[in-house]
Each structure stands twice: as structure tokens, then as C-alpha cells.
């Protein structure tokens, strides 16, 4: 399958959906322009198709374009194994937005997302876990955004190694950690 | 007398030897039955991609050998190959033999640190002894070609650092030469093992399409079945001159992850011997006045030539405004950069899509039901390296 024939048949299911689209260095880029639900069944309809069916989705990421309105630019790499096909989606989004999170369509949007949360901030509507990933759960800012400084907000210093807190995913009462006895005393 | 049941919570890692690492993993435990796990990564996050945005093209190439540090020169060839595609700049055939021929060195390399722990981890002491001693021999021709062992950092944008020696040529000559022997020899360690197969069938068995849908690429995903492989699905750097093989699973398990594995041994010494014997000749390096370097030949006896290396050297070059995404076949699964430019000679934006940060998170799939030393096997089955996971 080569880009035009991918794009005819995107465009022809959901002629709205698409708003621009461009074909630089050989692959198809789209941008797209529909939020919420509408989204998500665009999203489940590029994996589902039987023609496209976009099976993997390599990556989440995102690109801060700041002062640029709007400023995000959520970026989905979907391959299909089958077509041998990429399709790289845009989702331009200004900063005070949420994305619909599509985990529940591929797995690993679960951690792809999370990760565009934790360096650049955006936020993911219905995930099953959005926390931090990278970074550890006390860490303020995001910082692949452009107004992060290269090094970070303060000095290694003043960093209080001690009171940082080692998080449980697991947080419910019954799965608290066992205690083991100290042997010393 | 009432009797209560309840779970318990154990903490593997961050320093647990078996993790490769510094993975830590939350188990919720039943008696010796795990019910959930949950992987916590990041102890190893060091920022490349913020890192990437204030250097030039040239500087990035050294983060790229620490990402995953067992198989630095896949890495490189990935990096390179996208600000390539982006300069749209073409590369001599024996650069890109050269290439090639780097890439599957290190492509073996990782795969015999991973047979060596994996192995170590389930208990079979012998084979590290093995893959490390041949290991051994890969690392002293990467060292003959760039001067570095572990982390060559040999490709340039445009081409590779220096032409290779006639010595190379004969060390990998000797090297394609002994490593049939030697891979019959691991597989005679292991593959009939009755204990190994105990240890690793129907272990961690994930079909094709939850392999794919949790982002699983690579030996990992062949191993399931899909024979999805950059190399041969989007051929770079010259792949479809060499006649190779993808070997894929069946049952999904580790032991078809293990044998997969296995099987890309005997493949990628068929490329370098490929690729050794139908050594192009020819320049070494694309010749683009503004993007690269001039050969040392020249700059010693024009002053043009020097100008121009010390400005590349020391400015950089300017990438040009655009977005692509490029992937190559990494020792782990598609290893792939996303970079924008903006006109200036840093990145506007690098995101380095890490095979080994999908693997894990299929991780808490597999492990589910399974026993606390599996969760051993399973670590070592999906070959991931924290380098590559953290960034």
C-alpha cells in the first residue's frame, strides 16, 4: 500500500476528519482535527479497517511549538505490519487541553502516554494510570517543554534525597508492603 | 479459628542482578503465584532527548551509544540515517557496507550478552563463559575499526569515521569463519536442555496480536509469529543487497523467543560475510560541502577544505525545517527517531521511540500467573536493556 492509496481510503470514511496532509520524505503525514469521541473512533476505525488496519502503534510523542498557537502538536505513529505501511498522525492541541487517551484501543498508548505526560505535560483523559514515569512522582515541571531550562529548576543541592518518597502503584489498603523485621534490633 | 488470606506486596529491584539494571518491579503476591506486577523504570533516565535539543547532529551520536550500550552501532546507524533522510544527503555503497557490517557485529554482540545473563539468570552457569569469550572477539574488530570497544561511536552523518584496515578485513574473515562452530556450540548448551526447556516453555506466552497491540517489536514479537523486521519490510542502508533470513516462533513463549534469537545469530553472520566479501570501493563519506566533513587527504592541502572541516566541526550543520520519522531493526525491535528541524544546528525536537520501553511495558501481561522464577526467565526472554528503556 503507498500513501495515496492509504489517504484515498482514510479520506473517503471520514472526509472530516482530515485537515491537512502532507507527504514529506516519503510519508504520509496527517493532521487531524476531531477531538473526543469522535477521535477515538477515528482512532479505532484506522486500526480496525480491514484495507488499512493499523496494528501497531510505535510511539506517542509530542512536540512543544511554543509561542506558536496552538501549542502542542501530539504526534501517533501507527504502522500496519500487514501493508508495511506508516501513517503518522497530528493532533494539534493548545495547552489547556486534554487528548482522549487511546489505551483502550492500543496497549501501548498505556505507556507512550504517560510519558508525553510526564516530560511535556499533557494530560490524557480516561487512562487507566496517568502518572509520572520517568521523572519520579514529586518532580515539578515537565521537561521537554521549551520553557524547561537544560538544567532543570534547581540545584542538585538543594535536592533533599532523603524525603523523597518511593510510590506504590499499587495503593489500596490491603496491598500495603509487609514489614520485615529488622534483624539489627 | 478463622483463617485469612492476604496477599503480599514484594519489591524487586531497582538493584536486583536479574533486572539488567535498574528496573524495579512491585509483585503482588499469592503464596508464590504472582497476581500482579507493576515495573517502575526511569532510575536510569538521563534527558537525551532534552540533551539532543542543545547539540549538534554530530554531538548526538555519542548519547545514541548509551542507550543500548550491549548493541552501540545499530544505534548510531539509526540516528544517522534520519538526520540523513532530513539533509536528504546519500551515502556511498561502502560506507553503507561498512555500515552494515558494524551494525550486525553489535547486533551479535548484544544478543551474546543476552544469551550469557539470560542463561545465568535461569541457572545454566556455563554458557556466559561462552558468549562472552566469542563476544570478545566482535568487540576486538569493532575496536580495530574505531578504536573503542563497547561504545564505537564510528558512524558519521554521511558515512563512517575512517575507512577500515586490511586487518579488519582479515579479523572478520576469521571472525565469520569461527562463529558457525561457535553458535552450534551454544545451542548445544541449551537448545535440548531438558532443564532449559522445562525452565522456558510455555513461559510468558503472548500471541500475535497482544504482542503487536502492547507495541512488542523485534526477536520478541517474531517470536509470536509476525515476521515484522525493519530490514526487510523497509529496507535501509543497502539490506535487500544481502540475502538473509527472518526467523520467526511459534508458540509466543520464551523458549521461541530464545530461538529466535538464536537463529539471528546464524543470520547476521551471513550478512558480514555477505558484506566483507562484496566490499564496494569507493569513498567512505558523502560529499556535501555544507554537511561533510572533507577527507583528512585534503584538508592537510587545502585551505578551503580546513575552513570547511573546522566549521563543520565546530558549528555543526543546519537542519533543515521538517518532520521525519525513520526506523531501523535494532538487537531488541525497531529502534526509531522522530526528528524535527527547524533550520538551526540542533534539533527542534528528537524522540528516540526505545524498543526496550515497550517490552516492559508488556511486562506486568506476561508475568501475570506465573511464578517469582519466572519472573527471572521473563526478564531475560524480552532482552531489554535500561539504557534503552530510561533514555
Known amino acids: 500500500m503507498d500513501n495515496n492509496q492509504a489517504l484515498a481510503a482514510i479520506t473517503q470514511a471520514y472526509p472530516q476528519a482530515v485537515s491537512a496532509t502532507e507527504q514529506s520524505y516519503g510519508q504520509l503525514h496527517i493532521t487531524t482535527n476531531v477531538h473526543g469521541d469522535d477521535f477515538l473512533s477515528f482512532m479505532r476505525f484506522l486500526r480496525d479497517d480491514a484495507t488499512l488496519s493499523y496494528t501497531l502503534l510505535s510511539d506517542v510523542t509530542a512536540v512543544d511549538w511554543t509561542p506558536n498557537t496552538p501549542r502542542f502538536d501530539v504526534i501517533y505513529i501507527l504502522y500496519s505490519v500487514r501493508n508495511e505501511h506508516r501513517l503518522i498522525m497530528h493532533l494539534p492541541i493548545s495547552e489547556d487541553s486534554t487528548v482522549p487517551s487511546v489505551s483502550g484501543i492500543w496497549h501501548s498508548a498505556n505507556w507512550g502516554e504517560r510519558e508525553v505526560y510526564d516530560l511535556m505535560g499533557i494530560y490524557f483523559d480516561n487512562h487507566p494510570d496517568m502518572r509520572r514515569i520517568l521523572t519520579w512522582d514529586s518532580f515539578e515541571g515537565h521537561p521537554l517543554r521549551k520553557d524547561f531550562p537544560l538544567h532543570g529548576n534547581y540545584d542538585v543541592d538543594d535536592f533533599d534525597f532523603l524525603t523523597l518518597e518511593v510510590n506504590s502503584a499499587f495503593s489500596s489498603e490491603s496491598d500495603q508492603p509487609c514489614q520485615i523485621p529488622n534483624a539489627l534490633e | 479459628m478463622s483463617t485469612q488470606t492476604k496477599t503480599m506486596l514484594l519489591n524487586m529491584g531497582p538493584h536486583h ?9 512491585e509483585l503482588e503476591l499469592d503464596g508464590e503465584t504472582i497476581r500482579r506486577a507493576h515495573p517502575h523504570v526511569g532510575y536510569l533516565h538521563r534527558g537525551f532527548e532534552k540533551m539532543a535539543e542543545h547539540k549538534t547532529a554530530q554531538q548526538i551520536i555519542p548519547l545514541t551509544d548509551r542507550l543500548d550500550y550491549a548493541a552501540a552501532s545499530v544505534n548510531n546507524l539509526g540516528l544517522c540515517l534520519t538526520v540523513e533522510k532530513l539533509l536528504g544527503l546519500e551515502v556511498p555503497k561502502r560506507a553503507q557496507y561498512i555500515r552494515v557490517i558494524m551494525a550486525e557485529l553489535s547486533r551479535i554482540m548484544g544478543h551474546q550478552l543476552w544469551l550469557g545473563t539470560h542463561a545465568l539468570d535461569i541457572g545454566a552457569m556455563t554458557p556466559i563463559f561462552y558468549a562472552f569469550a566469542d563476544r570478545e572477539l566482535a568487540m576486538e574488530i569493532t575496536e580495530e575499526a574505531s578504536g573503542y570497544r563497547l561504545t564505537p561511536s564510528f558512524l558519521r552523518v554521511g ?60 526477536p ?26 527472518v526467523p520467526v516462533g511459534q508458540d509466543g513463549d520464551s523458549y521461541d523467543r530464545y530461538l529466535v534469537r538464536m537463529e539471528e545469530f546464524t543470520q547476521s553472520v551471513r550478512i558480514i560475510e555477505q558484506a566483507i566479501e562484496n566490499m564496494p570501493s569507493g569513498p567512505i563519506m558523502a560529499d556535501n560541502p555544507w554537511s561533510t566533513n572533507p577527507d583528512l587527504d585534503s584538508v592537510r592541502h587545502n585551505v578551503d577544505d580546513l575552513i570547511r572541516r573546522f566549521k563543520i566541526s565546530s558549528q555543526g ?24 528541524g527547524n533550520g538551526e544546528t540542533h534539533p527542534y525536537r528528537l524522540k528516540i521511540r526505545s524498543p526496550c520501553y515497550y517490552l516492559v511495558s508488556a511486562l506486568p501481561y506476561l508475568i501475570e500467573g506465573h511464578m517469582i522464577a519466572d519472573v527471572i526467565t521473563l526478564i531475560g526472554s524480552i532482552d531489554i536493556v535500561l539504557g534503552e528503556v530510561d533514555r
Not at chain 2, 542482578?17 to 518491579?25: C, D, E, Q
Not at chain 2, 520478541?220 to 533470513?245: E, H, I, M, T, W
Request: proline residues 5%.
Open chain 2, 17 to 25: 542482578p536479574a533486572t539488567h539494571g535498574v528496573l524495579r518491579l
Open chain 2, 159 to 218: 558515512g563512517v569515521a575512517k575507512d577500515i584496515t586490511p586487518e579488519f578485513v582479515r579479523k572478520v574473515r576469521e571472525y565469520v569463519k569461527k562463529m558457525p562452530k561457535a553458535i552450534d556450540g551454544y545451542h548445544q548448551l541449551l537448545s535440548q536442555n531438558a532443564i532449559w526447556m522445562k525452565r522456558t516453555k510455555g513461559i510468558g506466552v503472548i500471541d500475535a496480536d497482544t504482542a503487536l497491540n502492547y507495541g512488542m517489536t523485534g
Open chain 2, 220 to 245: 520478541s514479537l517474531r517470536g509470536s509469529g509476525v515476521p515484522y523486521d525493519v530490514r526487510k519490510a523497509a529496507p535501509y542502508s543497502c539490506y535487500n543487497d544481502f540475502d538473509f533470513q
Open chain 2, 317 to 340: 550543520f543546519a537542519l533543515p525545517s521538517g518532520e521525519t520519522y525513520y526506523a531501523v531493526e535494532g538487537a531488541k525491535g525497531e529502534l526509531g527517531f522522530y526528528l524535527v
